[in-house]
């Protein structure tokens, strides 16, 4: 069974801090790995994809990922009240577009 | 303009009936996904088609088919309706076949009494 775990929250963090969200995979042979977030009641919108070892930027969020540890993270710079959302992180396992997806982590952003 | 579509919004039925979510993307993508959200959130990928051919059946009763009569097209069909089945369901779409889904629908809350 390919897993995905993340740690299900609430992780809160302060307004204005660096949210850390992380993300463990069982299957060594991933190779494509996303963020998804998600607001309570609403559809899942993709932040980011990351499919090289390293740090990948888009603005506020940095992905960050080690093959060697089966890991895959999302730092959220300068977090706003408005990062309060699920955030799910997805990995592909079997390859050809089948993704597994953790439960989500709840990151509450306090004013 | 909506860019991926699904109808009904929500769904409230007996067990045993049949249904069909209907939904269309219109961003020209070639790979189209249906996803089940359950009660305790969890996402889970049911099927997915690429350019109208099905690529992905994951362990989904057969009481579930999908249909797509066209690449921007997908809907499924949901026989003999039992309590379990209550979910949201969520039609999505991505550009290529690298496994993530870009574009998500609004959702179909399902619920089977």
């Known amino acids: 069974q390919k897993e995905v775990e993340q740690n299900s929250g609430p992780l809160s963090v302060p307004e204005g801090a660096i949210a850390s969200l992380n993300c463990t995979y069982s299957?060594?042979?991933?190779?494509?790995f996303f963020w998804y977030r998600q607001y309570s009641g609403k559809s899942p919108e993709l932040i980011m994809s990351i499919y090289s070892n390293g740090d990948k930027e888009d603005g506020r969020f940095t992905a960050q990922l080690n093959k060697a540890s089966q890991y895959v993270s999302l730092l959220i710079r300068d977090s706003q009240p408005s990062d309060s959302a699920t955030y799910l992180c997805?990995?592909?396992?079997?390859?050809?577009?089948?993704?597994?997806f953790g439960i989500g982590t709840k990151l509450q952003v306090i004013p | 303009d909506t860019a991926v579509s699904q109808t009904p919004k929500y769904l409230v039925t007996q067990m045993g009936n049949d249904k069909s979510i209907k939904c269309e993307q219109n961003?020209?993508?070639?790979?189209m996904y249906w996803y089940k959200q359950d009660s305790k959130k969890f996402l889970k990928i049911m099927f997915s088609y690429n350019n109208k051919e099905l690529i992905i059946n994951e362990t989904v009763p057969n009481r579930f088919s999908p249909k797509s009569p066209d690449k921007a097209h997908l809907n499924l069909h949901i026989n003999s309706l039992e309590l379990g089945d209550s979910a949201v369901y969520f039609c999505?779409?991505?550009?290529?076949?690298?496994?993530?889904?870009?574009?998500f629908g609004p959702g179909t809350r399902l619920t089977v009494t």
């Open positions: 997805a990995v592909d396992s079997g390859g050809y577009q089948k993704v597994t």
């Open positions: 999505a779409s991505s550009p290529d076949n690298s496994g993530g889904a870009s574009d």
């Open positions: 961003l020209g993508h070639d790979t």
């Open positions: 299957d060594r042979g991933s190779q494509s």
